[in-house]
């Protein structure tokens, strides 16, 4: 649930960071399908019929992201500051990634706040930001890792 929360919370962070005097409609980024049958049971891969019981089986998947938007998933850094790591084929849109990563630098149009209860569960200062700006990311295989400071 803990990653849930942290990936609707980075969608809608980096979606507010790169919007230019423009609104995208936001898709939604996580699919969930729950499947509920009285007389029932979990075999493992479906709702399998049987003379008592239910099953309750809550299936979440990932829906690529929309415009200006990128899923990941974000931790505390080494050095205090914050750990942004998404998938380059899965995470980000080629149009987003040609847009906001540009010579080596991921492009920040906006301060980024973030909510207290975010921060303390990253332990990282009540009053941390990301300003305005470029900072420095790297690719490798197929993970993009950006470090706010």
């Known amino acids: 649930m803990k ?3 942290i990936f609707v919370f ?8 790169t919007v230019n005097n423009t609104c995208i409609p936001n898709p939604s980024v996580l699919g969930i399908k729950i499947s509920f049958s009285t007389k029932a049971y979990w075999d493992g891969t479906q709702c399998a019929d049987r003379v008592k019981g239910c099953c309750l089986h809550i ?4 829906v690529p992201p929309g415009p200006g938007q990128i899923v990941g998933e974000i931790s505390r850094s080494a050095d205090g500051g914050l750990r942004f790591i998404a998938s380059k084929k899965d995470g980000i849109s080629p149009d987003t990634f040609t847009d ?3 010579k080596g630098k991921f492009i920040v149009n906006g301060t980024g706040t973030f909510s207290r209860d975010l921060l303390s569960k990253l332990s990282l200062d009540a009053n941390f930001i990301i300003p305005e700006g470029e900072y420095p990311y790297s690719v490798e295989g197929d993970k993009i890792t950006i470090i706010f400071k």
């Open 59 to 62: 299936e979440l998947t990932m």
């Open 10 to 17: 980075l969608i809608s962070f980096f979606t507010v960071i």
């Open 3 to 5: 990653k849930v929360i």
């Open 100 to 102: 906001l990563f540009r």
